[in-house]
């Protein structure tokens, strides 16, 4: 029996002990077997998963069972992740607890080995397989590409419909648009606010793209996640660890996009603190860094693509607007990204980029958006993605 061919039963058993999370979601009926859609439940894991515990190939369910028993007993809990391969027991609880079980005696265990890396439930060695993300139909993830595109700001009621018609038109899978801005200046522009969710629920209506929308404020969180697709946690606030538990408890996936001066392990460790609250549903993005280099606003940071692909299953994204700072620019670092194995990219893009309240410099206007999209179509085709 496949390791696949028993993963359905899982929920109903782990779903009895608040202490045992499944990180894997349910298999939506309509989505293929092989793609594993999240889905949030308010489970917070309490306490570190320490140890893996990988069951070989063929090992059955009761057997998966009896290893998430024992540990019960010894007063630890489990979380289970049917893998494509293999099932695979992250097991928490104290260190000494864990040691003093027989775990690699037990029936269709295969290794067990320490987790020790820091992040845990977001690292790779967890839940090998990749995670697809999935708003309003649109998948991010093993394969699926999300092109997001829009406006870095929502000005007015028509630049916004005029830029989604066109990001719609394009192809792209989800549109973008701030009505809370960070602003490095408190005189600039701050954003719309609450008129601005509105305006792209009415540009949600008529194109059908889910959105995703930043949100900066614990105090906007129930306009923000009711309005929005996918709620973007920005560069400025990956390291707001009580915002990022807070969206963890949230019912809608979470763009996380890197710190400006943030590593690698700080960007999977603020995915963690999401992922511990219970959401699973985390992309990760990189939106470049800050480094002596001054020629273009940030540093694109393509090596950080393919290390989080090794590290996480989390899907990984790119935004080369923001790192570029100039239009000219993003075409090249999103060819860049695409090339180096991004599950997506996210991009601005404007009607009148000279009139544009925030980021002009870098918003690509809608004219020339068709053609930077068959680009960015015909170079993830090439690296065998399907526009999600
Ligand atoms: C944005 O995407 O609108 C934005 C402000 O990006 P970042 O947080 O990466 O600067
Ligand atoms: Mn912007």
Redesign the pocket.
Known sequence: MSARAYAPRFPPRLRRHDQLVRVTGDIASNIAERDRVYTWRPMAVTGAPELLIVMGAHATTDQVEEVVARLEEAGCAALVTPGREATVIGAIGERELLAALPLEGYAGVEQVLPILKPYKLVSRELSPDPTVIEARGRRIGDGYFGFIAGP?SVETREQTLETARVVAAVGATMLRG?AFK?RTSPYAFQGLGDEALDILREAREETGLPLVT?LMDPRHVEEVVDATDVI?I???NMSNFSLLAEVGRASKPVLL?RGLSATVEDLLMAAEYIVKEGNSAVILCE?GIKTFETSTRFTLDIGAIPVLKQETHLPVIV?PS?AAGRRDLVLPLARAAVAAGADGIIVETHPRPEEALSDGPQQIPTAEFPEFAAEIRALASLMGRTIG
């Open positions: 870095c701030g960070p930043e973007q920005g560069a400025r996009k939106r935004d923001h």
